[in-house]
């Protein structure tokens, strides 16, 4: 007779082993029903309102750091076209690359018009940006040019002020 595994003997959370698809899909099913699907939206709504400034700050910051300048020297130079891409093009598209996820969360907190969310939002993206051209000692900062981070700011302040009709908020912004 073989012995049962141990893992038989646990009792795993089944909602712990699904993959983002899989879980996705269940909340699908359970939006079915209008109760739960009411349910669910107050859930998201209540955890999407909850934005720290200072956190989505740390968070833009971490992610241009984690750039690497190896990235650019790496996908620099001749391409497959027959052109040539400069270091400082490469290390430009990768900044915009990594501030576009936070671009579109806050596209979303607008579309959702959760615009107190959307301003606060902003302003952990803009001190993010902005904390990370005065304090980032990475080389990739260097090859991407202070007009990249510049540029990355006007976007994102450009649009989140479609949002905002106040010119004495939009200027604060810009000026954080």
């Not at 959370?13 to 269940?26: C, E, G, R």
């Not at 130079?77 to 900044?95: I, L, M, R, S």
């Not at 940006?129 to 006007?154: H, L, M, P, T, V």
């Amino acid at each position: 007779m073989t012995k049962p595994s141990k893992i038989s003997k646990r009792n795993p959370n089944i909602l712990d082993s699904l993959t983002p698809d899989q879980a996705l899909a269940v909340l699908e099913l359970l939006a079915k029903d209008k109760d739960i699907k009411n349910k669910v939206e107050q859930i998201a709504k209540s955890y999407l309102a909850q934005v720290d400034v200072e956190e989505t700050a740390k968070e833009v910051f971490m992610s241009l750091e984690a750039l690497d300048v190896h990235d650019v020297w790496d996908d620099a130079g001749p391409n497959h076209y027959g052109g040539f891409q400069e270091p400082g093009e490469v290390a430009w598209d990768k900044a915009e690359g990594a501030i576009e996820p936070y671009l579109a969360q806050l596209k979303t907190y607008i579309q959702l018009k959760m615009l107190v969310q959307a301003k606060e939002y902003c302003r952990g993206i803009v001190r993010g940006i902005r904390d990370y051209q005065q304090k980032s000692k990475s080389e990739f900062k260097d090859w991407a040019g202070e007009d990249a981070f510049s540029e990355g700011i006007n976007r994102v302040i450009d649009v989140w002020s479609e949002s905002c009709k106040d010119p004495k908020e939009i200027k604060k912004m810009e000026e954080l």
